[in-house]
């Protein structure tokens, strides 16, 4: 069973407009963390935001939040005044415990794409 | 200098072909990961090692194999490569926080693009 769900293969934002990427996840684990990375046509995998499960409040680093609804089980990623630099595939992630450790499992991805 | 290093960044190569890939890190990491990303595709994890003398499977781990060669080295080797494993492939490490805390963030090296003919 998918563990990840990312439903918005694509999505389009005006410049200088917030945009919301949808992450929904499924563990029956009580202690768990949630990852954004961000992935530029450069190929490389860049950290944005964390969430741990027991955080009380929303994670936020800089033009990026996290919405976080544990009871919906969603992670949503909010960009602020999205930039023509922020056009990437995004991927949540979530860290699960397993019998050999902390483990991390991906969505498929976002692909957004900032319009001038 | 990047954190964590990759070489090859890109590689040609042909079926049956014994192919190594190497991962570098100086973050002081203890914990490595070898991941492969496919065209429109999350990552998925083929290998990975939380310490020097430990290495474990992941979910993709058939046709590969790894070796652990230091605290900061983590190489992934294909034995016989096969067109299937063209791919974009990924070395990542985590570790501990400044105060000594474990952190499950994962620091991705720049990827490594093979092409299997």
């Known amino acids: 069973a998918q563990k990840i769900t990312q439903t918005q293969p694509g999505m389009f934002v005006q410049e200088k407009e917030a945009v919301t990427l949808d992450c929904t996840y499924d563990?029956?684990?009580?202690?768990?963390?949630l990852f954004w990375y961000k992935q530029p046509s450069s190929g490389e995998m860049i950290f944005l935001i964390y969430?741990?499960?027991?955080?009380?409040q929303n994670a936020t680093e800089g033009r990026y939040s996290l919405n976080f609804q544990k009871a919906r089980k969603s992670a949503n990623l909010v960009i602020s005044a999205s930039q023509l630099g922020d056009s990437a595939m995004y991927f949540c992630?979530?860290?699960?415990?397993?019998?050999?450790?902390?483990?991390?499992?991906f969505g498929g991805g976002t692909r957004l794409m900032v319009k001038p | 200098d990047a954190d964590v290093t990759q070489t090859p960044r890109n590689r040609i190569t042909k079926t049956g072909k014994r192919i190594m890939l190497e991962c570098s890190q100086t973050?002081?990491?203890?914990?490595m990961y070898w991941y492969r990303q496919d065209p429109g595709l999350g990552l998925r994890l083929i290998y990975y090692?939380?310490?020097?003398?430990?290495?474990n499977k992941g979910e993709i781990s058939d046709g590969y194999s790894v070796s652990r060669q230091a605290q900061a080295k983590f190489s992934l080797s294909l034995e016989s490569a096969i067109p299937n494993q063209t791919a974009l492939y990924f070395c990542?490490?985590?570790?501990?926080?400044?105060?000594?805390?474990?952190?499950?963030?994962?620091?991705f090296g720049p990827g490594t693009r093979l092409t299997v003919l």
């Open positions: 990542a490490t985590s570790g501990k926080g400044l105060a000594g805390e474990r952190t499950d963030t994962q620091y």
């Open positions: 563990t029956s684990d009580p202690s768990y963390g």
């Open positions: 969430q741990g499960s027991y955080d009380q």
């Open positions: 992630a979530m860290r699960e415990r397993t019998n050999a450790g902390n483990m991390l499992t």
């Open positions: 973050k002081g990491h203890d914990r």
């Open positions: 090692s939380f310490d020097v003398k430990d290495i």
